[in-house]
């Protein structure tokens, strides 16, 4: 299971010629996106982001890390840190724990599948969100393991991310120093942390979602 650790910034035309003259792309790339959840808000209220993308599944769980004072530091109040979970059965196991209807209706325990989506319907999981996003992927010289990713979302909302992957129980504190010396590079000051697809989304689309993850401290 890798931890994805990952700074967003707004870019305009500069932001994007400052990339392109110190970064080589690696891809270019168009993806729809599902989100699922319970209509009471079982999982995002958790921080809990389940996703369909291409036919793929994916689970994102937060992971919460302090500094040696107990307190966030900066480049980590910038940052958002998520395990991913991909394997459709460890993400089927994970949801229904917090899902308890699915345990107690007395139906025979179903066996997810990726052309199989009946356990959506038994876990009372819906689709709640639901866009297109084109990607610039780029990486930049001098820094391993970095990936800067340009989003276009198809609701005219545009945001980078500053990316890096770690295994879980790896190094968090070197993958921040990796992002603020990347986002050094590419001119950065952020002073607080930038509005995701998701966010926005929500806020446009979904206010009443929006406003009770706001009120728990999710957003």
């Known amino acids: 299971m890798s931890v994805e650790v990952e700074q967003k910034f707004l870019f305009n035309s500069d932001t994007v010629k400052t990339i ?30 389940l996703r369909r993308r ?28 998520y395990k991913e979970i991909t394997n459709l059965p460890e993400i ?5 724990e917090f ?3 699915a345990c107690e209706d007395g139906e025979t325990e179903v066996t997810p599948s990726d052309e199989d989506d009946s356990w959506l319907g038994k876990m009372n999981l819906r689709c709640f969100a639901e866009f297109t996003t084109t990607r610039r992927s780029f990486t930049l010289k001098g820094e391993q393991g970095v990936q800067i ?15 890096v ?8 504190q070197s993958a921040q120093e990796k992002i603020r010396h990347t986002a050094q590079k590419l001119g950065l000051n952020e002073e607080r942390r930038v509005e995701g ?5 929500l806020k446009r689309y979904r206010p009443e979602q929006y406003a009770t993850l706001l009120s728990a401290h999710v957003l």
């Open 197 to 201: 697809k998701m966010t926005v989304y």
């Open 20 to 49: 392109e003259e110190i970064g080589v792309c690696v891809g270019l790339k168009q993806f729809h996106d599902q989100y699922f959840d319970t209509p009471d808000f079982k999982l995002t209220l958790r921080d809990m982001w």
């Open 99 to 101: 899902i308890k209807e």
């Open 54 to 81: 291409k036919q793929s599944w994916e689970l994102k769980c937060p992971t919460a890390t302090v500094n040696g004072t107990g307190e966030p530091g900066r480049e980590q109040s910038l940052c958002t840190q």
């Open 165 to 172: 992957l770690i295994p879980e129980g790896g190094d968090m």
């Open 92 to 96: 089927y196991q994970r949801v229904k």
């Open 149 to 163: 990713d340009l989003d276009q979302a198809d609701f005219g909302y545009h945001v980078g991310e500053i990316e």
